[in-house]
């Protein structure tokens, strides 16, 4: 069962100076889940995605992500990973397509590869008659999920996903979770950070963090049921009203 633990964490930590912005968490993510990633601002969860994107080293602790090690290999975590953030990682000056053959590019995929998965992404986004269209043109739902469909355009084992669905409609938001399950599907494991706790409930796990400390950890259900919470958002504010922090 161990080579389904494509993200595992072991007392990981994060100082700076005398601040603990990640105290010693320690969690497993297996291939193909949907994992939540909660907590209220200021609780450690996007510095703790930096150090597992291997952008951010830890101060102690141990994690792999991928099979590698986030100490000596992280530059093998980028080239094995997606990672979207809040702000679509695309490019507003280029068009669509010139966004996938960037990002393509980035990842060392051939000009075969690149030319056959932006037809296939063009056509599974309805996106056709956009291609040649900068992405600065485009409404904000249609950005988003061209920025998830770029994320893993190289096919990675996991990605990351910080704040994906910030500022768009609810309809659009359902739209965009739908893409999640698909990938999750084809055996991608989606980390997923989230402001919206009805996303929480899309979930297979999510852990909650609180003051840089994972305090809840399991699925949806079971976790209602421990907190005697009717809904993820009551089980969320149970937690974080003990939060002493208030920014990342």
Not at 28 to 37: D, H, L, Q, R, T
Request: hydrophobic fraction near 40%.
């Amino acid at each position: 069962m161990a080579n389904d633990k494509v993200i595992t964490a072991d007392k990981l930590t994060k100082r700076f100076g005398d601040f603990v912005a990640v105290d010693r968490i320690s969690f497993e993510v297996n291939k193909g889940e949907i994992f939540g990633f909660l907590g209220a601002n200021g609780a450690g969860k996007t510095t703790a995605m930096r150090m597992l994107c291997g952008l951010s080293m830890p101060t102690s602790g141990e994690a792999s992500v991928a099979g590698f090690d986030v100490y000596k290999e992280n530059e093998k975590i980028k080239k094995n990973i997606g990672y979207m953030s809040q702000k679509f990682s695309l490019y507003d000056d280029l068009t669509v397509k010139e966004n996938m053959r960037f990002y393509g590019g980035i990842y060392g995929m051939s000009n075969k590869f690149i030319k056959e998965k932006t037809a296939f992404i063009l056509e599974y986004l309805h996106l056709q008659s956009e291609a040649d269209k900068l992405v600065k043109s485009l409404p904000l739902g249609w950005k988003q999920k061209l920025a998830f469909s770029v994320a893993i355009f190289h096919e990675p084992g996991i990605v990351f996903l910080d704040e994906p669905t910030g500022g768009v409609d609810p309809v659009t938001r359902r739209e965009f979770w739908n893409m999640i399950y698909n990938a999750s599907d084809t055996g991608i494991t989606i980390f997923v950070t989230t402001h919206y706790m009805d996303e929480a409930e899309y979930c297979n796990r999510v852990s909650i963090m609180v003051d840089g400390r994972i305090d809840a950890l399991d699925t949806p259900a079971a976790l209602k049921k421990t907190y005697e919470a009717a809904s993820m958002d009551e089980v969320f504010l149970k937690l974080a009203r003990k939060a002493k922090r208030s920014a990342d």
